[in-house]
């Protein structure tokens, strides 16, 4: 256990218990307190050193209170073009009066569930999971009706007010009933400057034949500190798609892990880490294979300048009954400097012997013979780079089926590139 525990401001979150959920709460207190924060020599957190970073950042923390949000600011966060329905929340709290009523779709508070929380993203794997569990205030539960299919794509937006507290603890329990299908998108919006840290839990429970694609953007300020835990189970027949999109960000960990439970099953995991300044971007991803006859992909692409930093780890584990299995993982990198850094470690652990599994990973510079190559027809320096940094992600927007979050998406990288592509 970290001693850094007695002495680190998050301690002082767990001496006041929050209400409700009392012995869910309990146990994430006591698998936080048995893990201890991570510390440097921490395997899994070896190159995010998020402990010494939120002593640095912060003396104290407070739980972020709700707050009030008009029409304005909602329609002014949407993205141009988005055509669907939205889910409105403000430090993790829902506001059922700007969200949209969707037909098959039941949104409610946690506090007025009786949901097992912690029984698919389990305190015990993660500290900051277990910090969340036990002292999240707001929250909600999405629940999606059996044979319903969703027809437009469902934005999720978190408004952000660091001065209404500087702990903000989403927490969405997501569950779809048989044969389900919906798109959604997330996304945090940050309405005031202010150094914040965000540590968010997602389970997501699909359902037979069931149908979900989750996408995330990560666009906050630059002082922001992120974590995020989702972790889904996927049944007989059914698929889950992630496309995460990470922007800025002071430093930022995603863990995202896919349970295959069922055969048929299918899990999709897809990113694309464009870093500059000093901004620092952590993806940790599993896949558990447990069941025959199931698929897995998975594709992480980073372009890293300035004094950017980027991580990758991704585990995938075919247990020894999981026949039959498909399972690809691959990272890509591309450093445009010198003081850019990346580290990826592909992993995969195989007890089954009727398997087609594959990873691996690159790191290196632009083509410089594709660059000569495009100069030498016309195109000049900056738009040759930007066309083979946009090639090089566009594998990984390619799988964002929704066109207007994947032209938003475009926009933002075309800006980032410093170039226009169109």
Excluded at 26 to 34: S, T
Excluded at 137 to 145: D, N, P, S, T
Excluded at 283 to 292: A, M
Aim: glycine share 8%.
């Amino acid at each position: 256990m970290s001693t850094l525990l007695d002495t680190h401001p998050l301690e002082k979150i767990l001496e006041n218990p929050q209400k409700d959920f009392h012995s869910v709460r309990a146990m994430g207190k006591d698998a936080f307190l048995k893990q201890g924060l991570p510390s440097a020599k921490a395997e899994e957190y070896k190159f995010t050193n998020l402990t010494k970073k939120l002593s640095q950042n912060f003396d104290s923390f407070e739980i972020a209170a709700d707050f009030e949000l008009t029409e304005e600011q909602v329609n002014h966060a949407i993205f141009e073009g988005f055509d669907g329905y939205r889910l409105v929340f403000a430090n993790g709290y829902f506001h059922d009066g700007l969200s949209s009523k969707i037909e098959g779709l039941t949104i409610s508070k946690l506090e007025e569930s009786s949901l097992p929380l912690g029984s698919i993203a389990k305190a015990e794997k993660d500290p900051f999971a277990a910090l969340n569990q036990a002292s999240f205030e707001g929250g909600a539960q999405i629940a999606l009706a059996k044979n319903t299919q969703i027809d437009k794509p469902i934005l999720i937006l978190n408004f952000i007010n660091p001065s209404n507290g500087n702990l903000i603890q989403p927490r969405i329990w997501f569950e779809t009933g048989d044969f389900g299908e919906a798109t959604f998108i997330e996304q945090q919006i940050q309405l005031e400057a202010g150094d914040y840290f965000l540590n968010e839990v997602k389970e997501i429970k699909g359902g037979r034949n069931s149908h979900i694609h989750w996408y995330r953007i990560q666009n906050e300020g630059k002082d922001a500190i992120s974590m995020s835990n989702i972790e889904t189970d996927i049944q007989q027949d059914a698929t889950f798609t992630s496309v995460n999109i990470s922007l800025s960000g002071h430093m930022v960990r995603n863990n995202l892990s896919l349970n295959l439970l069922g055969s048929n099953s299918e899990g999709n995991m897809y990113g694309l880490y464009l870093t500059n300044g000093n901004t620092h971007v952590d993806n940790h991803t599993n896949v558990d294979h447990t069941i025959p006859h199931a698929e897995s992909n998975e594709l992480y692409k980073g372009v890293l300048t300035d004094n950017s930093r980027g991580v990758f780890n991704g585990k995938i584990f075919v247990r020894q009954d999981a026949q039959k299995t498909n399972a690809f993982q691959q990272n890509n990198n591309i450093l445009l400097s010198e003081n850019a850094t990346v580290n990826t470690k592909p992993q995969l652990e195989i007890w089954a012997d009727d398997v087609k599994c594959s990873h691996g990973c690159t790191t290196g510079q632009l083509d410089e013979e594709a660059l000569f190559y495009l100069q030498a027809r016309g195109i000049g320096k900056d738009k040759a780079k930007g066309l083979l940094l946009y090639a090089f992600a566009g594998e990984v927007l390619e799988n964002i089926k929704d066109d207007s979050f994947k032209a938003y998406c475009i926009n933002l990288i075309q800006e980032r590139l410093g170039t226009n592509l169109s």
